[in-house]
């Protein structure tokens, strides 16, 4: 018998710009899975009109809501207009170039017993570029969060990020609204120093690569465009470049008002 995942309390909140065949895959990946959800968000950052009429399409589809924008506002609006029309109590947020993997049924459903058993958490993440640098064993599967008061590690601002979560919807009343009008990493960087200056606390899957996988096809690339020095080997870039970040993240948690 195949098991159903049905998650009445969560909200599935997605934020969409330009890839509505890469938000179908997410979905189709979710149903192969058998996982449900009390609710669906799609937040749409006004996408290009070939993308809007298919977002229609998959709305009758699959029946989530559509949040949209008469014009784009970056990502920072897209998340808060998309939290705003949630109405459970936790919300999986994950961005549309995402698919979920075999194990995450299994996990997700941990992590919402831990939630709701452990009031302290703000959020659970199961996806990272890299493994924090301070985390201390919670159970098996997931390992919590902490930052030491000696920690000068610049990676420490990882302790929040936009990968795939599992958060208390009451999550913007806590840490405040993403920031608006500015580029994606800077409201990512803004959450981040507010989560760490507001002292949230959360876990993170150990494992944290076989729940998720990014997937970014060539005809639905990734939309974030970075500056070249920041990926710089250059032995001079990047020393000042680990310098400058170190400085700046340990300032701006102390000074930064989010």
């Not at 949209?68 to 506002?73: D, E, F, Q």
Request: aromatic fraction near 18%; hydrophobic fraction near 35%.
């Amino acid at each position: 018998m195949i098991q159903t995942y049905y998650f009445p309390d969560v909200t599935l909140l997605i934020t969409h710009y330009n890839r509505s065949h890469s938000l179908e895959n997410l979905l189709i990946t979710f149903q192969r899975l058998n996982c449900r959800f009390g609710d669906i968000v799609v937040s749409d950052d006004c996408s290009k009109e070939p993308h809007r009429t298919y977002l229609t399409q998959l709305q009758h589809t699959w029946g989530f809501q559509l949040i949209t924008t008469p014009v784009n506002k970056g990502l920072g609006n897209n998340i808060n207009k998309g939290q705003d029309a949630v109405k459970t109590p936790y919300t999986l947020y994950v961005q549309e170039d995402f698919e979920a993997m075999p194990k995450f049924p299994e996990k997700m459903v941990e992590a919402l017993s831990i939630m709701k058993q452990e009031s302290k958490f703000d959020y659970i993440r199961f996806y990272g570029y890299l493994r924090f640098p301070y985390l201390k064993p919670f159970n098996a599967s997931f390992s919590e969060f902490f930052i030491p008061s000696w920690a000068i590690n610049y990676k420490k601002l990882y302790i929040y990020s936009d990968h795939p979560h599992l958060r208390r919807s009451s999550f913007l009343e806590k840490f405040g609204r993403y920031v608006e009008g500015i580029h994606s990493d800077q409201t990512e960087y803004r959450m981040s120093i507010s989560f760490i200056q507001k002292k949230g606390q959360g876990l993170f899957y150990n494992n944290y690569t076989e729940l998720f996988q990014q997937k970014n096809s060539q005809s639905e690339p990734s939309t974030i465009h970075r500056e070249r020095w920041t990926f710089s080997r250059n032995l001079f870039i990047a020393t000042a470049r680990y310098i400058y970040r170190h400085i700046k993240i340990n300032y701006d948690i102390r000074f930064m008002r989010t």
